[in-house]
Structure formats: structure tokens, C-alpha cells
């Protein structure tokens, strides 16, 4: 058999079924679209859900792909064996309606036999023992020999995920050989490493009713999978996946930047699951932040954390010092960019993004370990030997410490940990990931979206977006929805007709109204009928029937929702309306939206070209731009990128657009935004030799017609993610006005002009500050004179002076101060102050560090009298306050203090 590399095998799939009719489709984003039920995509046919359902028409009923995947289930189990990974690729062919098993078990055995060269002497397939169709093709069709075709029951040969199309499934394991084992475990179905799977096509022909009930789907789908990496280990003949040429690359990088170590070596055991876990997730990190997941604590950006935080743990293990992890990141891209070209296109940001999440987490592990150690110093005090599974899910959580590392921690000095309670908080926390997914209201169905009334229309029925070039068309309605208000009771519906009042959707098969979409909110308007006045004021007065477009959406499959509410008459299905935009509103969004794509460019231009789109916003009133950028911008920096923006602007940029192929508009260098799902052909919007993006937004045609540009506003809303607001046109006139009247009141409220304002201001200040220290200074002298002659209720104990007393209506700040001066006075000591003022109660304490050594805690004496006020409060040994409301108990807190300073300071 040939020697094929992972890249080359990849090609030989996909050009195999593309011979067989299939689509070849680039891998989808790790980022689910639409799908609530996915954290990550994590198989080949995850993102096509829709078409598997027929809610959505796919672009070929025959499609194969090799799907970047990611499996957090495995997390754990990464490195402990050689079988888990995080990150792998799935090779698949499906066919939505098309082709079925008289073709896909075929062709699958052609391709493992005839173009990859297995031997067909060392393939058994597997069918579900109920499946006589399949077991019929590969013993009479396929010629296999019985002996070779196992029959296995539901567990291992029928897929399916409550709810929803399910079916049977056939699967080809490969006898990997003796060598790879021979014990009891080493046969078709066992445990062991011998027999591997390399291939699984599940037969999509029933429908679950979710009780187990099944009928046959009208639409019989397939659904191929195979890991590449698996199929590689077979055909180089390799020990694991670890050991297939990329991975090995990897591999053997990490195990040189160790100083040379050697991988399944004798003795290397333990530093071989490090190894593993590096090379996993040096793939993983790569490819997630490539498709824009940011590492965080919440999701997919959580998931991300821990891995990156992961691996930097290991090569702390296998004694690598420093930075490394864009190292491995680097070889990721090298070796994988052939077939996923996106990683070479964002090399920069990967490797920025990785940098700084690993030099994050240096000073995160250190404040860990810090944490770790206050916990063992709370269970010596305590006199406890188990610490809780709430902290070591903290520790966890939040410093990225897992329980492994934290049991070896503490075992090496005698504790344990609950492992029971942090499974417990574990649990907690992916109940909270869940129901944020489910956040939508309503459960998800099989694809995973919220189900909508929209669900219930035609899959055929699509609409055409006309509007790049008019606002004004003329259109059949395909569908109509009546939707429900709040608090009506009634329910949403698919309806024929709509009256005078109702709200709903309409839906026409051509429309000049832009639905929301990449971030650009979608048009408001007017649908007519029947209407002799084409003035759209006169529309509302004189038209037969009028519905007013509050919002425009895309929704279910290729479908464009005009939603609002009827004004006046009644529009039916089939009736032929007058579509009209709202104009103004349309040409400040699209100022909105030109700016935007000035202002990024202007952004990589200032900051550097890691900056990239994280999620942008526009409507009619402002622009919200989210990038990368990891530290907050300077004022020159905001000014520089408002400033050049600006300049644009008055350059008068034609702003034109072309419809070309994705290669051709790479060529162009043209952005591309993470995670949008491009089609064949894509829309390159150009501002001068300025900007050149792919989008399919609408635009302004001259970049003059943007008139102004103003940042608001610049602050970081996520790890290394930072958002500016931005006016516009009209918008930025309507700050400056707002902001011209505020001056002015505020130089009438001083009695100054604009141009003197900021000196009177100046001034002010001056003359509050000086007000400020005289009130502080007679405050100050008034709580001395409250106090009296305190010194002499000073008394001692134990060799240590202890001074407890009550001062009335002083604040917090000068019972601080108070109680600084007399422990100056005292020397070495203890004391403790309490005040009433307005009802509230205050207390301080403080303590030296001479009797701080002798035993004395300012925090927990605090802690003991406190409640006896009606508060709570604590603080450090040497310094702590708390608040009351009960002032009548302040005698016995002061008669508390003095037992609880004579149990510290005993002995």
C-alpha cells in the first residue's frame, strides 16, 4: 500500500466524490450558525442539519466536505491514551434525497480499496442487525464473504439523537494486525487497538417521534463520516493518531523545545500525556481562534481557555520555560494550510491572540498557586484535611487548575479533595452553559434553532433581494404569518389574509427591503396595495391597504420577513404590493455601515494588522465596531483612526461593488469576516484603493455621503475584544448641537461664557477643595473632642494595651483617622472604636505587630462583635471595620471586645 500523507489523503476524498457528482464544500466554521444545541461543531454533518430536515434547500442534493471538528467530551481523556483528541478533521459525502445505499456502500469500499489500496482481505464491515438491505448489498453485491460482515444491535449501529431523523448505519473496521494486539479484547466490536473503524455511512430513513415511534422519512438521507487522522493511522501503519505525519511534526517539536526528550520511551509514560495533550491542543487553539472564538470564561471561549491553559501547564511539566505555545501554533499552520488556506490568511491574529492569553495566564497561575496555598493554610487553622469541591472548582474555574494537578498538590502534603462536591460544582456550571444556549425561550429542535412559526412554511418558497439599486418595487406575497402579541393568549400562525390592526410578517418573492443580516440592522418601509398617490404620506391616507415594516429579517431558509403591522385595509396571499423603503432611514444606516468598513481599515492601519472583526452593529442612529486589540487605545490613537477616517470621507471615494468568486476576491485581499458563510460567488465592496471587504450590506455610493464621522466611545467588552461607537451624517451634527446647548447651560449655571467656562470651573475646584480641608480639619478637631480623655480606659492584657470606646456622629473616614492617633498614642497595642451616627453604626479595629505576634486579629475581632450591632464585617489582622444598624447594642459589642481580645491574647 502507497504512503499517504494526512493533506494528500484529504484532496483524494474530496476529488473522489466530487467525480461521484458531489459539491465540494470548504469546511464550515467551528462556530455553529443558527444551532442552539451546539456549543462547537463537532461532526461533518453538524452545519447541515437544515438540509438533512428539508427546512432548507441545499445547493446540491450531493455534498462532501472535510469538517474541522471539536470534541470538549474528550478533554479530559486527551493524553491519558493515544486514542482521544479535541480536534480532528471528519471526512464526509452526503446526499440529501439523492443517492442512497445501493451507492454509498459501493462507493465506499471502492474508495478504501481501489484509490487508497487497502487490502480488501483486512476490511469487515459492520450492519445493524435488523438492516437485511444492507447485509443483502455487501454479501451479494459487494461479494463480501459472510464470515467477514458482523451484525451489531442499536448501540453500536443506529444512530440516532432523540427526536428527529435517525436510521441504521453500516461501518468498515480495518485489521490493523497483530502487531497493534492479540488478546481477548483484539476482535471486531472489542476494546482493543487491532480492529479500527474507518468508516461510517448512516442511512437517514426514519423519523423519531422522540417515544419511540418510528415512520419513514419521505426525503432518505446519507450520511457518511470518517476521521481523517484515523484513516491515516491505517494507511501509514502507525501506532496512534499522535503518530500520523502532522501530528508526529508537532510531536517531535514539542519533545525537541523540552530539551530532547524521547516519546514512548521507556520510563517517558508520564511525560507522554503531556506530549499528547500539547500536540491536541496546539491543533485545537489554532483552528478555534481562527474562526473567531476569543478565549473567555463563558462558552466556546471558555473551552478555548482551558485548553490553551492547559497545554501552557504541561510544558511547564516537561520544563519548557517562556512563551511557546505560537511556536507550536506556527507548525499548526504550516502543516494544515493546504487544506485550510483561512490559517495562513489569519497568521497574524492566531499567533497575537495565543501570546496573550499564555502571558495572561503566567501571572493567572502564579496568583493559582498563591490561592491554593491560602486554602492549605485555612485547613491546617481549621484543623481540617479535605479541601472542598466548591474551592477546587474555583481554583479550576478561574486559574485554570485542574483537579489532577491540584490532588498531587495537595496529597504531597497530606490533604485530599472532595472530588464528589466538585463534580457537583462542575455540573452546576455546564447546567448555566446550557440554559445560556437555550437563553432563546423556546427548546430547540433537531437543528438545533428555536422552533418558529417560520418552520412551518415551504422549504421551496425563497425570496430575491432587488434593493441594492432601488427602494421601490413591485412583488407577488408568497406567505404570510400572523404573529401573536405578549399578552394576547393566541399563538402565532401561518394565515392567508391580514387585517386592519393585525401584526405579522409578509413575505414576497422579490423585495427591495434589506433583512438584518452581518450586523446591519434591516429596513423599515411600507407594503401597498391598490393605492392612487405614489407619496407615501398620502399612501397611509388614500391606499386600499397598508402595512408599516417595522423590522426586516431573514428567517427560515431563504425567506426575507417584512414584519409589522396592518394600518389600514387587508393584504392576501397573492396579492400584488407596492414595496417601499424607508429612504432616510436607509441612507443613515448606510452612512453607518460605509463608515464601518473605513473605520476598520483605519484601525489596522493605526493599531497593526491584528486587528480584526469581532461583531459590528449598524442602524439609523450609530455604528458598533467590536476587534481585536488587546489593550485599551490611547486618545491619539482614537483621534489618529477618527482623523483618517475623516480624511476619507472628504476624499470623496467612489464606493463600488462586484460579485466574483470567493479565489478571486481573496485576490483581491479582500477582508473576509469570521464565521459568515460565503457562497460561491461573494459581493467585494470598494472604497477607492481604501477599504476592499466582502459583504453584502447596502452602501452609500460616494464615501462624501457618510459627511462626518465621530467616536463616542472606546471600551473592551471581552478578553482582547474592544468596541467603539461611532456617529454619522446627521447624527454627528445632532451631538454637537446637543452638546453646544449643554455648554451653555452650564456657562449660565456659573455665570461664564464658553470660552471662560474652563477657567471658572478651574477655579471652583480650587475654592471646593479648600472648603473640603476646613471641613475635614473641623471634623476632624470635633471627633478628637467627642472622644474626650479616652487613654484612660486603656487597659492590659497579657503585657498587650487594649483600648475599647464609644465616640458618637463620627463617619467611617475619621474613625480610621481616631483610631490611627491613638495607636500612635498607645504604642503597642489593640484598639477598637465604635461610632453612631444617623442610626448607623460604625466600628474599627486595629493592632500592632507587637500584637499581632503575641496573637491579636483585628479581623476576626471584628468578625465576633459585630453581629452584636446588627452588622457583619472582617478585614486583615492588622486592620478591619464593619457597619450596624443597631446602635443600642453598642455597650455589649464594647463588653464582647474585651473577652474576645483576652481569648487571643491568652498565653
Known amino acids: 500500500m502507497q504512503y499517504r500523507g494526512v493533506n494528500e489523503l484529504r484532496e483524494l476524498f474530496l476529488s473522489y466524490f466530487e467525480e461521484k457528482g458531489c459539491l465540494r464544500l470548504n469546511s464550515f466554521s467551528l462556530v455553529p450558525h443558527n444551532d442552539n444545541s451546539l456549543l ?40 491519558k491514551t493515544a486514542r482521544h483528541g479535541t480536534f480532528f478533521e471528519m471526512l464526509g459525502n452526503f446526499s440529501f434525497g439523492d443517492y442512497f445505499k445501493k451507492e454509498a456502500i459501493p462507493w465506499a469500499w471502492e474508495f478504501l480499496t481501489e484509490r487508497v489500496g487497502l487490502d480488501p482481505d483486512r476490511l469487515y464491515p459492520s450492519v445493524y442487525v435488523d438492516d437485511d438491505e444492507a447485509y443483502n448489498i455487501w454479501l451479494n453485491d459487494m461479494h463480501i464473504p459472510a464470515d467477514h460482515i458482523y451484525k451489531f444491535g442499536k448501540e453500536d449501529n443506529f444512530w440516532e439523537h432523540g427526536s428527529g431523523p435517525c436510521g441504521p448505519c453500516t461501518e468498515i473496521y480495518y485489521d490493523r494486525g497483530e502487531k497493534y494486539g492479540n488478546g481477548p479484547e483484539d476482535v471486531m466490536g472489542g476494546e482493543g487497538d487491532r480492529f479500527m473503524e474507518v468508516w461510517n455511512v448512516v442511512f437517514s430513513q426514519f423519523n423519531n417521534d422522540g417515544e419511540g415511534h418510528y415512520t419513514d422519512l419521505a426525503q432518505k438521507n446519507i450520511d457518511t463520516g470518517m476521521g481523517l487522522e484515523r484513516l491515516a493511522v491505517a494507511v501509514q501503519d502507525v501506532g496512534s493518531i499522535f503518530d500520523v505525519d502532522t501530528l508526529k511534526s508537532l510531536r517531535d517539536l514539542i519533545c525537541q523545545m523540552a530539551g530532547g526528550i524521547g516519546y514512548e520511551k521507556p520510563g517517558t509514560e508520564e511525560s507522554d500525556v503531556s506530549v499528547r495533550i500539547m500536540t491536541d491542543h496546539a491543533r485545537a487553539m489554532t483552528f478555534m481562534i481562527s474562526d473567531g ?98 474551592d477546587a472548582f474555583k481554583l479550576y474555574d478561574t486559574y485554570g487548575f485542574p483537579l489532577d494537578n491540584t490532588k498531587e498538590i495537595l496529597e504531597e ?18 447546567k448555566a452553559a446550557r440554559k445560556d444556549r437555550l437563553a432563546s425561550g423556546k427548546m430547540a429542535d433537531y437543528s438545533g434553532h428555536a422552533a418558529t412559526v417560520y418552520d412551518a412554511l415551504d422549504p421551496a418558497l425563497s425570496s430575491t433581494f432587488i434593493g441594492y ?50 450586523g446591519q440592522v434591516g429596513d423599515k418601509g411600507l407594503i401597498l396595495m391598490g393605492s392612487d398617490d405614489a407619496d407615501e404620506g398620502a399612501a397611509l ?8 415594516v417595522t423590522s426586516t429579517e431573514h428567517v427560515a431558509g431563504n ?16 396579492d400584488h404590493v407596492t414595496l417601499k423603503v424607508d429612504t432616510q432611514n436607509r441612507m443613515a444606516i448606510c452612512r453607518n455601515h460605509s463608515a464601518t468598513h473605513l473605520l476598520q481599515k483605519a484601525l489596522r492601519e493605526v493599531l497593526g494588522s491584528h486587528v480584526e472583526q469581532a461583531g459590528s452593529y449598524q442602524d ?34 467612489p464606493v463600488t461593488t462586484e460579485v466574483m468568486s470567493l479565489e478571486d476576491a481573496k485576490k483581491t485581499g479582500a477582508m473576509a469576516l469570521f464565521g459568515e458563510k460565503y457562497g460561491s460567488k461573494v459581493r467585494v465592496v470598494r472604497m477607492g484603493d481604501f477599504s476592499t471587504e466582502l459583504c453584502g450590506g447596502t452602501h452609500v455610493k460616494n464615501t462624501l455621503q457618510i459627511g462626518q464621522f465621530k467616536i463616542l466611545s472606546e ?159 472582617g478585614g486583615r489582622p492588622n486592620m478591619a471595620q464593619a457597619g450596624g444598624k443597631n446602635a443600642a447594642g453598642i455597650k455589649d459589642a464594647l463588653v464582647k471586645a474585651r473577652e474576645v481580645a483576652e481569648a487571643q491574647l491568652q498565653g
Open 559 to 574: 425567506k426575507i420577513a417584512h414584519i409589522g403591522v396592518m394600518r389600514k385595509g387587508m393584504l392576501k396571499l397573492h
Open 413 to 430: 502534603r497530606g490533604f485530599s479533595v472532595d472530588e464528589a462536591g466538585f463534580r457537583a460544582a462542575m455540573e452546576n456550571q455546564k
Open 40 to 79: 462547537i461543531i463537532n461532526s461533518g454533518m453538524a452545519p447541515m442539519k437544515p438540509w438533512f430536515t428539508g427546512q432548507e434547500i441545499p445547493p446540491r442534493r450531493r455534498v462532501t466536505t472535510c469538517q474541522k471538528c471539536i470534541r470538549t467530551g474528550d478533554l479530559e481523556n486527551v493524553g
Open 293 to 390: 472564538i476569543m478565549p473567555s470564561n463563558n462558552g466556546r471561549g471558555y473551552v478555548l481557555r482551558r485548553i490553551i491553559r492547559r497545554a501552557v501547564r504541561h510544558g511547564r511539566k516537561l520544563g519548557i520555560k517562556g512563551s511557546f505555545l505560537t511556536t507550536l501554533a506556527k507548525n499548526v499552520i504550516d502543516g494544515s494550510k493546504d487544506g485550510y488556506p483561512e490559517l495562513e490568511e489569519k497568521r497574524d491574529f492566531i499567533l497575537s491572540v495565543i501570546l496573550a492569553e499564555e502571558e495572561k495566564f503566567e501571572k493567572t497561575y502564579e496568583q493559582g498557586m498563591d490561592i491554593l496555598e491560602q486554602m492549605e493554610k485555612s485547613l491546617s487553622t481549621e484543623g481540617r484535611k479535605e479541601l472542598s469541591g466548591e
Open 541 to 548: 391616507g388614500k391606499g386600499a391597504a397598508v402595512f408599516e
Open 469 to 518: 439599486d432601488k427602494t421601490t418595487a413591485e412583488s407577488e406575497i408568497v406567505a404570510m404569518v400572523s404573529l401573536a402579541s405578549g399578552d394576547s393568549g393566541d399563538e402565532d400562525a401561518v394565515v392567508e389574509a391580514l387585517s386592519d390592526g393585525e401584526n405579522g410578517a409578509i413575505i414576497t418573492s422579490e423585495t427591495p427591503f434589506y433583512g438584518t443580516m452581518g
Open 715 to 873: 471600551s473592551g467588552v471581552a478578553a482582547g475584544v474592544r468596541r467603539i461607537e461611532a456617529l454619522t451624517g446627521d447624527n454627528v451634527r445632532a451631538y454637537y448641537d446637543k452638546l453646544e446647548k449643554q455648554i451653555m447651560e452650564a456657562s449660565d449655571l456659573v455665570k461664564a461664557t464658553p470660552a471662560t467656562l474652563a477657567d471658572h470651573i478651574r477655579t471652583l475646584q480650587k475654592e471646593v477643595k479648600e472648603l473640603k480641608n476646613e471641613n475635614d480639619a473641623l471634623k476632624s478637631k470635633e471627633a478628637k473632642s467627642a472622644l474626650g480623655n479616652v487613654m484612660d480606659q486603656t487597659v492590659e492584657i497579657n503585657g498587650v494595651k487594649f483600648l475599647a470606646a464609644h465616640v458618637s456622629g463620627v463617619d467611617m473616614n475619621e474613625l480610621r483617622n481616631l483610631g490611627d492617633d491613638l495607636k500612635t498614642k498607645l504604642g503597642d497595642g489593640v484598639v477598637l472604636l465604635i461610632s453612631d451616627q444617623d442610626g448607623k453604626v460604625s466600628m474599627v479595629a486595629m493592632a500592632t505587630d507587637a500584637a499581632l505576634k503575641k496573637g491579636a486579629h483585628a479581623g476576626n475581632l471584628i468578625k465576633q462583635v459585630a453581629p452584636l450591632v446588627g452588622g457583619g464585617g
Open 620 to 653: 439609523a442612529g450609530r455604528t458598533r465596531f467590536d476587534f481585536s486589540h488587546f489593550q485599551a487605545m490611547t486618545s491619539e490613537e482614537l483621534k489618529k483612526v477618527e482623523n483618517l477616517v475623516n480624511e476619507k470621507i472628504q476624499e470623496a471615494l
